[in-house]
């Protein structure tokens, strides 16, 4: 395991390296550094809280350049299992809201906690050897169809993809509003 330890205002700091950070569910409260910088505010004199701020948010930006903490927002994170969508788990799980969310009608997009499903267009359409469709999206992934099922209005560039997780880790897409197929990521 990986340890940083950095003397700050006499006190010595920890930061976890980013696999533990990562098994903690990316919870800040569990980073000894963020609970440094939150018992900064309470220091009763001035200029020892602000040289508290200052130590800390300098350490923060030295564990930042040499990446050893990741410091994302809720944005960030879905843009990164949609980047890796089909790809085994998610790389990042999204906290627990320590609230509760209020119950709306129209329930926002991506606020589970990871990405079961997306919807895309499809920037890149072909077919392998075997007759099978290959789907590509402007973020780079590619899509095979792993079934035999006959898709009766063929893909196009923007023919509009839905892809969801199915049973036993397997994806399946509806192209254009039709019957799912099988799919796999293969980039």
Not at 12 to 17: E, R, V
Not at 32 to 49: G, Q, V, Y
Request: one cysteine or more; proline letters at 5%; aromatic letters at 8%.
């Amino acid at each position: 395991m990986k340890y940083y330890f950095w003397e700050t205002v006499g006190l010595s700091l920890l930061l976890i390296s980013p696999i533990q950070a990562a098994q903690s569910q990316n919870n800040l409260k569990d980073s000894p550094l963020f609970s440094h910088l939150l018992t900064c505010r309470n220091i009763e004199d001035k200029t020892a809280r602000l040289q508290c701020f200052d130590d800390t948010v300098k350490t923060l930006d030295e564990a930042n350049t040499h990446h050893d903490i990741l410091v994302l927002d809720r944005a960030a994170i879905i843009a990164r299992q949609r980047q890796s969508f089909g790809f085994g788990p998610p790389v990042l799980a999204l906290p627990k809201p320590e609230k509760p969310v209020s119950k709306s009608k129209s329930k926002a997009p991506n606020s589970d906690e990871s990405l079961n499903e997306m919807t895309d267009k499809a920037t890149f359409v072909s077919q392998d050897n075997e007759g099978h469709w290959i789907i590509g999206f402007a973020n780079g992934a590619r899509w095979q169809q792993i079934d035999e099922q006959i898709i009766p209005n063929e893909p196009h560039i923007g023919s509009v993809i839905r892809l969801r997780k199915a049973s036993f880790g397997s994806f399946v897409a509806n192209i254009d509003k039709q019957s799912a197929v099988k799919m796999r990521r293969i980039r």
